[in-house]
């Protein structure tokens, strides 16, 4: 027996709106005739974002008179899964992940916020900007810790939150500020900070079963190695200086307003492409004509140690100015 309960304050009556009235006779007809009750979780879905985020009575009840159930079939269909929500909830709904991967990463901390700024869950904030819950598993782990936020403008993942994130979060939602769904700390999608780290070489692969590779390019030797010989002191070479990163030419911007397209360099995305514009790095012959010190600055601005030369950034740029580029 379910423990879910409706509101105890219900409104009068409930209408599909003409939006919401074409999804539900779209979903309908998706079933032959006499199996329209198969459309009963569809339409209760509908009728939910049609009611401001919640299922009231006469909700359940305009849905159980479109497909011939009684309300009490329609009941217990809407108290069994709890994405149906039987209480009126904020403007923004927002749903903590709390499975152990989003738990181990600070998920705790995110409920901690979303309790001081909203309060106890389940419970409308007093502005009525706010409901939260917590969730089990979205399927975002390598995100985590992340939450979905249901509102108006659909249901959106927002991901690789810390406590500042969160409340900037919380802050621009409640301004009516729009806010990118996606990663919150400059991440693309799920790639690792700084970018893509394997299989950044096309050459490697042609796409071909029957060609596999035979062996991992530049894999580490497994030999064991031979014992060294001890080496008196005064034999001793000085150990080797680490290369002392140099700031390198930039423009303010590209010239004639043109910028070459970075991420035609094999191991350069999208997210390294403004990075480097950011830093005022537009055209291939300013990488072409980087020095290993120069190298060393750029990766520090934009958090990718050794990517420019375990790529070879400067090779293909020279290339690319060729015409040999890919």
Known sequence: MSGRHLAKEQPDSFA??????????????????????????????????????WL???????????????????????????????????????????????????????KTICKRRIGEKGVMSADGKFTWEEVECLGACVNAPMVQVSNAAGDHYYEDLDEAAMEKLLDDLAAGRQVAPGPQDGRHASEPLGGAQVLTDKTLYNGSRARPLKSIPNAPKTEKPKAARKTPAAEKA?????????????????????????????????????????????????????????????????????????????????????????
């Open 238 to 326: 000085p150990a080797k200086a680490a290369t002392k990163p140099a700031k390198p030419k930039l423009l303010k911007a590209a010239r004639k307003g043109l910028a070459d397209d970075l991420k035609r360099i094999a191991g350069l995305g999208p997210r390294i492409e403004s990075a480097l514009n950011a830093l005022g790095v537009f055209h291939y012959d300013q990488i072409a004509s980087w020095t290993k010190a120069e190298a060393a600055w750029i990766e520090e601005q934009i958090k990718a140690r050794g990517r420019i030369a375990r790529d070879k950034w400067i090779a293909q740029a020279k290339a690319l100015m060729k015409g040999e580029g890919k």
């Open 56 to 110: 009231s009575e006469p909700a359940m009840r305009a849905v159980g008179e479109r497909l011939g159930m009684a309300p009490i079939r329609v009941l217990e269909v809407a108290t069994f899964y709890t994405m149906f929500k039987l209480a009126p909830v904020g403007e923004h709904l927002i749903q903590v992940c709390g499975t152990t991967p989003c738990m181990l990463r600070g998920a705790e901390k995110i």
């Open 16 to 53: 599909f709106s003409k939006e919401a009235e074409k999804q539900v006779k779209a979903w309908i007809a998706k079933y032959p005739k006499g199996k329209e009750r198969s459309a009963v979780i569809p339409l209760l879905w509908i009728a939910q974002k049609d009611n401001g985020g």
